[in-house]
């Protein structure tokens, strides 16, 4: 009962542990700002890069209207995007997909990657 008492406790008190766990879309908004430029989150709108919009749960390469390298296709192929293959492409997008088109470097944090997975699934809880 005791254990069951404190972690309702620090719940209530927003402990960085407990929200870390889920992930915080506000803070995933702002992580996604190293990818706008590229990608959008909210509307399916397809920019240099595809749009994200559901990428959780998507099959890898299949943003409607977005024309995929032929390596990203050649990896996609009967995969899809959950939150551990989503983890180690924004680490290392390269090292995942050798030839991809992606210019980006990849994500350092890994506090940062499970805020923007928390943003990807959901842009309305970040007010998007």
């Not at 919009?53 to 099959?59: K, L, T």
């Not at 409607?64 to 989503?86: C, H, I, N, Q």
């Amino acid at each position: 009962m005791k254990i069951s008492a404190k972690l309702i406790l620090l719940a209530a008190l927003g402990c960085p542990a407990v929200a870390m766990a889920g992930g915080d879309p506000v803070a995933g908004a702002k992580a996604f700002k190293a990818c706008q430029a590229c990608h959008t989150a909210s509307e399916a709108k397809n920019k240099v890069g595809p749009h994200l919009v559901g990428i959780v749960g998507r099959a890898v390469g299949t943003a409607e209207g977005y024309k995929y390298s032929p390596a990203m296709t050649e990896f996609g192929a009967g995969k899809v995007w959950d939150e551990a293959l989503l983890t180690a492409y924004l680490k290392a997008p390269k090292g995942v997909i050798k030839g991809t088109k992606m210019a980006y470097a990849g994500m350092k944090k890994e506090e940062d990657i499970v805020n923007l997975l928390a943003y990807l699934k959901d842009p309305a809880a970040a007010g998007q």
